[in-house]
């Protein structure tokens, strides 16, 4: 894909989490590992590294999505506080998540990260 190595240039979208910039006390882990996502993104779509390599690098961040994730019985999470936090998210379908990262294809520029939810309009964060 790299330019300097006769590719044509081309994107890479990271999958990070609104649990990439934005933190409570639930899933810690998880969400240090999202913030880490957001860092790498930051970073390798630095303008420098788009201008030399032509590889644009940009994050959608999705709020809580209809996905075997968030529903499988292996993954739910036996906390009465974070069940009554779900709840009261803005969930979206996998389908709203789509075509918000199509139109964040269409726009975003390198390094740059988007908040994806509750099937509203995409919104840059970083
Ligand atoms: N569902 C949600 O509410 C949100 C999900 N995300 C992120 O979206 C991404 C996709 O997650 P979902 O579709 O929700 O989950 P999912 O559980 O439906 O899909 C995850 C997929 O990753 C595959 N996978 C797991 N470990 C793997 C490995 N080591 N190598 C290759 N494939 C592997 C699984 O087989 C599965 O198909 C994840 O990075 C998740 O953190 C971000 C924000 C919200
Ligand atoms: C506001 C931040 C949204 C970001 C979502 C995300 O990136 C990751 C979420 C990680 C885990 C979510 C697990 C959700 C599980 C619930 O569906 C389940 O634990 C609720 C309890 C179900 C029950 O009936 O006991």
Same mark, same amino acid.
């Given at each position: 894909?790299? $330019?300097?190595?006769? *590719? $044509?240039? *081309?994107?890479?979208?990271?999958?990070? #989490?609104?649990?990439?910039?934005?933190?409570?006390?639930?899933?810690?882990?998880?969400? &240090? #590992? %999202?913030?880490?996502?957001? =860092?790498?993104? %930051? #970073?390798?779509?630095?303008?420098?590294?788009?201008?030399?390599? =032509?590889?644009?690098?940009?994050? +959608?961040?999705? =709020?809580? /999505?209809? /996905?075997?994730?968030?529903?499988?019985?292996?993954?739910?999470? %036996?906390? /009465?506080?974070? $069940?009554?936090? /779900? %709840?009261?998210?803005?969930?979206?379908?996998?389908?709203?998540? =789509?075509?918000?990262?199509?139109?964040?294809?269409?726009?975003? *520029? #390198?390094?740059? &990260?988007?908040?994806?939810?509750?099937? $509203?309009?995409?919104?840059? +964060?970083?």
């Amino acid at each position: 894909m790299r $330019k300097d190595k006769s *590719g $044509k240039g *081309g994107t890479i979208i990271n999958i990070a #989490s609104i649990y990439g910039y934005r933190v409570d006390q639930y899933v810690p882990v998880y969400q &240090a #590992s %999202k913030f880490a996502v957001m =860092g790498f993104t %930051k #970073s390798l779509g630095n303008i420098e590294n788009f201008n030399e390599f =032509g590889v644009r690098v940009v994050a +959608i961040c999705p =709020g809580f /999505t209809e /996905t075997r994730l968030v529903v499988d019985p292996k993954t739910v999470i %036996k906390d /009465t506080k974070f $069940k009554e936090f /779900t %709840k009261k998210q803005a969930w979206q379908t996998v389908e709203a998540v =789509g075509i918000a990262a199509v139109e964040v294809f269409e726009t975003a *520029g #390198s390094g740059t &990260a988007w908040l994806i939810e509750g099937a $509203k309009q995409i919104e840059q +964060i970083l």
